[in-house]
């Protein structure tokens, strides 16, 4: 069997308004004066693992709902600026859409638009059924309806990555994703014992691979039964907004494991990613190239 996409990304496309806000959380006041301007962008999480992916030079592919609106628009010529494939199943309730409020810190606060999924929606069979099995991999996103999709996509033979995002280790709804996929990646944000959540993640399901990324604190990687702590990277410039960061390590992270780096060092190539992504503001979708993120990672 041909598998001639390196790496298929399923859901997650949309777009954000961006408004960078003077302090989060955002005191109440009856109006604010939002010098820096209010901007729509293509990027949402399948968005920036697809650009991510793409700048290192691998075959991406991405699958997702589209409206046949303005944000629609945005989310196409994202992908043809940087030529990735796009399979755009049309969704009647329009793109998703997101505004992130935006801190002096880099700190973010998403306020999704619910309204434009519906609970009955499925992934034509057909279409995820032949991309996967032409894939070496899927990266697959949490958005609705992305979970039931997976039991054909394990059928395809490809392996499976996903990113619970802040998940608190409770939620059921992240459940079937973390049992699911071969390499797991969540925050440690809403997390008392990062290490507890991961040995579950790893024993409930399929994982091979969980990382934990803690911001400041770095990432921690469960493979082999044993936990290690990589450190953080110290960003190339100032931070400006950390959206996208988690994005950019599991795209980083996922090019190294691809390429059959260990776990560990596979999360350094993460770091050094998601250092990149805090430098970009947020009114950009960028990601690291391949030969910057090659001369990061070094060996002294």
Same mark, same amino acid.
């Given at each position: 069997?041909?598998?001639?996409?390196? +790496?298929?990304?399923?859901?997650?496309?949309?777009v954000d308004?961006?408004?960078?806000?003077?302090?989060?959380p955002?005191?109440y006041?009856?109006? *604010?004066?939002i010098?820096?301007?209010?901007?729509?962008?293509?990027?949402? %999480?399948?968005?920036?693992?697809?650009?991510?992916?793409?700048?290192?030079?691998?075959?991406?592919?991405?699958?997702?709902?589209?409206?046949?609106?303005? $944000?629609?628009?945005l989310?196409?010529?994202?992908?043809?600026?940087?030529?990735?494939?796009?399979?755009?199943?049309?969704?009647?309730?329009? %793109?998703?859409?997101?505004?992130?409020? =935006?801190g002096?810190?880099g700190?973010?606060?998403?306020? *999704?638009? %619910?309204?434009?999924?519906?609970?009955?929606?499925?992934?034509?069979?057909?279409?995820v059924?032949?991309?996967?099995?032409?894939?070496?991999?899927?990266?697959?996103?949490?958005?609705?309806?992305?979970?039931?999709?997976?039991?054909?996509?394990?059928?395809?033979?490809?392996?499976?990555?996903?990113?619970?995002h802040?998940?608190?280790?409770?939620?059921? *709804?992240? $459940?079937?994703?973390?049992?699911?996929?071969?390499?797991?990646?969540l925050s440690?944000?809403?997390?008392?014992?990062?290490?507890?959540?991961?040995?579950?993640?790893?024993?409930?399901g399929?994982?091979?691979?969980? =990382?934990a990324?803690?911001g400041?604190?770095?990432?921690?990687?469960?493979?082999?039964?044993?936990v290690t702590? =990589?450190?953080?990277?110290?960003?190339?410039?100032? +931070?400006?907004?950390?959206?996208?960061?988690g994005?950019?390590?599991?795209?980083?992270?996922? *090019?190294?494991?691809?390429?059959?780096?260990?776990?560990?060092?596979?999360?350094?190539?993460?770091? +050094?990613?998601?250092?990149?992504?805090?430098?970009?503001?947020?009114?950009?979708?960028?990601?690291?190239?391949?030969?910057?993120?090659?001369?990061?990672?070094?060996?002294?």
């Amino acid at each position: 069997m041909s598998r001639d996409i390196d +790496v298929l990304v399923l859901g997650g496309a949309g777009v954000d308004t961006i408004v960078y806000v003077p302090a989060l959380p955002l005191p109440y006041a009856d109006s *604010y004066m939002i010098d820096s301007g209010i901007r729509t962008r293509a990027g949402q %999480t399948g968005d920036f693992v697809a650009v991510g992916l793409s700048a290192l030079g691998l075959r991406t592919h991405h699958v997702d709902f589209l409206g046949d609106d303005p $944000e629609g628009d945005l989310v196409r010529a994202l992908h043809d600026e940087h030529g990735i494939g796009l399979t755009a199943v049309p969704q009647p309730a329009g %793109t998703k859409r997101a505004v992130n409020l =935006v801190g002096p810190d880099g700190r973010r606060l998403s306020l *999704y638009d %619910t309204s434009r999924s519906h609970p009955d929606d499925r992934f034509p069979e057909a279409t995820v059924r032949a991309l996967a099995e032409a894939s070496r991999h899927v990266h697959v996103t949490i958005t609705q309806p992305c979970a039931h999709s997976l039991p054909l996509l394990r059928e395809s033979g490809a392996t499976l990555s996903t990113d619970l995002h802040d998940w608190d280790g409770e939620n059921p *709804y992240h $459940e079937p994703f973390a049992q699911a996929a071969d390499v797991v990646f969540l925050s440690a944000v809403a997390l008392a014992d990062p290490e507890r959540t991961m040995r579950r993640i790893a024993d409930r399901g399929r994982a091979e691979v969980v =990382v934990a990324t803690a911001g400041a604190k770095g990432a921690y990687v469960l493979a082999d039964d044993e936990v290690t702590r =990589v450190p953080a990277v110290t960003p190339p410039a100032p +931070v400006v907004d950390s959206n996208g960061a988690g994005d950019a390590f599991a795209a980083a992270f996922l *090019y190294a494991w691809l390429n059959r780096e260990t776990p560990r060092r596979s999360a350094l190539y993460g770091a +050094v990613a998601g250092a990149h992504a805090c430098t970009v503001p947020s009114t950009e979708t960028d990601a690291i190239g391949r030969n910057e993120l090659m001369e990061r990672t070094a060996t002294p």
